[in-house]
C-alpha cells in the first residue's frame, strides 16, 4: 500500500538526548513536512522540504534538524536544545508544494520526555 | 489574532442531526481550503476540499464565501462514527499552509 510511515510510534527521552523519528513514503511526492501537536493548538510546521538535498525552516525550527538525502526519506532529529519536546509529532507530504495540492499525513510520533 | 480561527466546541448533538462548523481565516491571500478529521491520538485526514462553488460529499457540504473570508462544513443525517475533532486548513503562498486547532463534534445516541 502507498503511504508514509512513521517510526517509532512511541518514543521515551531522557533529559539532554538527542533523539531521531524516523518518516518514509513511497508515493512519490516531492515535498516533505514536519509538524508538531500539541493538545489545544493548531498543527505548527518545524521543517519542509521541497526536493532532495533542500529543507527549509518552518515555524519552530529551534532545537530540531532535519536531512532529505532520499526523495522518499525525511528524518527528524529532536535534539537536546529543544526545551519542550514532549508532543505528537506527524510527517507528510504532497506531490509538490503547490497551493492546490493536498498534504496527507503518517500516522505520527508520540515523543515523551522522561 | 490566529491566522484559522474555529471553535473549540465540544458540539454534542444527538445521532440524525444536522450540525454546521465554520471557520474564519485572515489571511486574504489564501488560495485554497481543506476540511481534516481527526480521530483522539491519531493523524489528520483529509475530509474534503472546498471551492468556492461549494462542494458536497454525501453527507458532507463544504462551502467557501472569500468576501467574509469563512468556510464552512455541514454534515447531515449525524452519526456516532462522525465523532472527531474537524480542522480547517487555509493554504496561501507556497508553502504556507495553516491549521486551525479544530472543533470537537460528540455525536450522541
Known amino acids: 500500500d502507498g503511504g508514509i510511515t512513521q517510526s517509532p510510534k512511541y518514543l521515551f527521552r531522557k533529559e539532554g538526548q538527542n533523539v531521531t523519528l524516523s518518516c518514509e513514503q513511497n508515493?512519490?511526492?516531492?515535498?516533505m513536512y514536519w509538524y508538531r501537536q500539541d493538545p489545544g493548538q493548531g498543527l505548527r510546521l518545524i521543517y519542509y522540504?521541497?526536493?532532495?538535498?533542500?529543507?527549509q525552516k518552518g515555524d519552530i525550527a529551534e532545537g530540531y534538524s532535519v536531512s532529505r538525502e532520499k526523495k522518499e526519506s525525511f528524518p527528524l532529529t529532536v535534539t537536546s536544545a529543544q526545551k519542550n519536546p514532549t508532543a505528537f509529532y506527524l510527517c507528510a507530504s504532497s506531490i509538490g508544494g503547490g497551493f492546490g495540492n493536498t498534504i496527507y499525513f503518517g500516522e505520527g510520533s508520540w515523543l515523551t520526555v522522561v | 489574532r490566529k491566522e484559522v480561527e474555529q471553535d473549540p466546541g465540544p458540539f454534542n448533538v444527538p445521532e440524525g442531526a444536522t450540525v454546521a462548523f465554520n471557520c474564519t481565516y485572515s489571511?486574504?491571500?489564501?488560495?485554497?481550503f481543506f476540511w481534516y478529521r481527526q480521530d483522539c491520538r491519531k493523524e489528520p485526514k483529509l475530509l474534503m476540499s472546498v471551492y468556492s462553488s461549494g462542494n458536497e460529499d454525501g453527507r458532507f457540504t463544504a462551502q467557501l464565501n472569500r468576501a467574509s473570508q469563512y468556510i464552512s462544513l455541514l454534515i447531515r443525517d449525524s452519526k456516532l462514527s462522525d465523532s472527531a475533532t474537524y480542522l480547517c486548513?487555509?493554504?496561501?503562498?507556497?508553502?504556507?499552509?495553516?491549521f486551525g486547532t479544530g472543533t470537537k463534534l460528540q455525536v450522541i445516541p
Open positions: 508515493l512519490n511526492h516531492d515535498a
Open positions: 486548513v487555509a493554504r496561501g503562498g507556497y508553502q504556507k499552509v495553516t
Open positions: 489571511n486574504s491571500a489564501s488560495q485554497s
Open positions: 522540504s521541497q526536493i532532495v538535498n533542500d529543507f
